[in-house]
């Protein structure tokens, strides 16, 4: 079978295809390997064997492959990789004999619910860093069932990202009209509640380096879109956000370490900061913590605007299985819209790892296609 995977530097094979991806000005070796596998050994009674058609691979894989990476240097093993990917689509191979919920030929791509599987034995959360991996055997409740008018390639970028965004939404609360403000929005969790709160009615405000996209996102029912002026670069993106001035129920932040302290003043009183991530996934690999992340916080004046406003904290880690039913339901209906930004295949490693992980002009998620 084949698989994309994290390989040491010196990792020869004469039918590899490689390519080299900075992150955090590591060069990061990656490799489509094919892999021997056992398709025709007994499976559990629950479990299900999957066959992918296309897989995806998010920001918090970043960490995840410079971590491994590092694993794989130490090991000093030149035949050791690490497989990646994090969402997939596929077809149902074979099932255990206690499986009713599909069947061979079935589509499916994860349910990462979260914090609860549904099984005591059945860790909750990302189904599997190694979603690249063309065939592979999960517990039947970590699956769900694509829909018809779904293609490989948007379940292959669907589910992190609508379970996400479903659980955000329904913790905040908000009734139709409200005001909600959306930060980093060309990021793939941005997208997906961008997209979610405008079904619902909500006045969906975001903020963006990516000027280019203003007439995109106005396009899909952004009511205004700020720009920060800032380069790429991390520090230059902390910024205060004295160029706004309206005020919201809401602020959606999936980069807490960017923009919590600049954007708690925006919100009225009794309204929702919800956050579900960090712009930082690096902290700690190469040693000791990375202090250029820290935001220069003063605590007391902060936490003050919180209390005498009343401002509800939320985090939020992926969500229930009932919140990606309902995205997949909704998708269905024509009620969300997902964006694909490009697709490669053919063993084009390449062009998929850096439009992925070094290409920030982009909109929408970044698939590989085994088909």
Same mark, same amino acid.
């Given at each position: 079978m084949k698989l994309l995977a994290v390989v040491h530097p010196d990792y020869s094979s004469s039918d590899a295809l490689f390519t080299r991806i900075d992150i955090q000005e590591v060069p990061v070796p990656f490799a489509m390997l094919e892999v021997a596998?056992?398709? =025709?050994? %007994?499976?559990?009674?629950?479990?299900?064997?999957? %066959? !992918?058609?296309?897989?995806?691979?998010? &920001?918090?894989d970043k960490g995840i492959c410079l971590r491994a990476y590092r694993e794989i240097q130490e090991s000093g093993s030149l035949s050791s990789y690490f497989t990646i990917g994090s969402e997939f689509a596929g077809v149902v191979v074979r099932v255990g004999s206690a499986v009713h919920q599909f069947k061979p030929g079935d589509r499916v791509m994860?349910?990462?619910?979260?914090p609860h599987s549904g099984y005591k034995h059945v860790l909750p959360g990302v189904i599997s860093n190694k979603c690249s991996s063309e065939y592979a055997v999960y517990h039947f409740s970590k699956l769900i069932q694509i829909p018809d008018n779904m293609t490989d390639e948007t379940a292959a970028s669907f589910s992190l990202g609508a379970q996400t965004a479903y659980s955000m939404v329904r913790k905040a609360v908000l009734l139709?009209?409200?005001r909600a403000l959306v930060t980093a929005a060309s990021s793939n969790t941005s997208l997906f509640i961008i997209q979610t709160l405008i079904a619902r009615g909500i006045e969906t405000h975001v903020i963006t380096t990516q000027r280019e996209y203003t007439e995109a996102f106005k396009k899909i029912g952004v009511h205004t879109v700020y720009h920060n002026n800032t380069?790429? =670069?991390? /520090?230059? *993106?902390?910024q205060d956000m004295a160029h706004i001035n309206d005020r919201f129920d809401a602020v959606f932040d999936p980069l807490f370490d960017i923009y919590f302290v600049s954007v708690v003043p925006l919100l009225n009183m009794g309204a929702k900061y919800l956050t579900c991530g960090r712009y930082d996934q690096f902290s700690g690999i190469d040693g000791e913590p990375d202090g250029r992340y820290d935001q220069d916080i003063k605590v007391t004046e902060l936490i003050g605007y919180i209390l005498h406003n009343n401002i509800s904290l939320i985090g939020n880690c992926i969500g229930f299985s009932s919140d990606l039913e309902q995205a997949v339901k909704d998708y *269905? *209906?024509? !009620?969300l819209p997902v964006l694909i930004d490009s697709v490669f295949r053919n063993g084009d490693i390449n062009g998929f790892m850096t439009r992925s992980f070094s290409e920030k002009k982009r909109l929408g998620k970044v698939i /590989?296609? &085994?088909?």
């Open positions: 596998v056992d398709l =025709d050994s %007994k499976l559990d009674d629950d479990m299900v064997l999957v %066959k !992918k058609t296309a897989f995806s691979i998010n &920001y918090r994860p349910d990462h619910a979260f139709p009209g409200q380069s790429f =670069d991390f /520090y230059d *993106e902390r *269905e *209906e024509g !009620k /590989y296609s &085994y088909q």
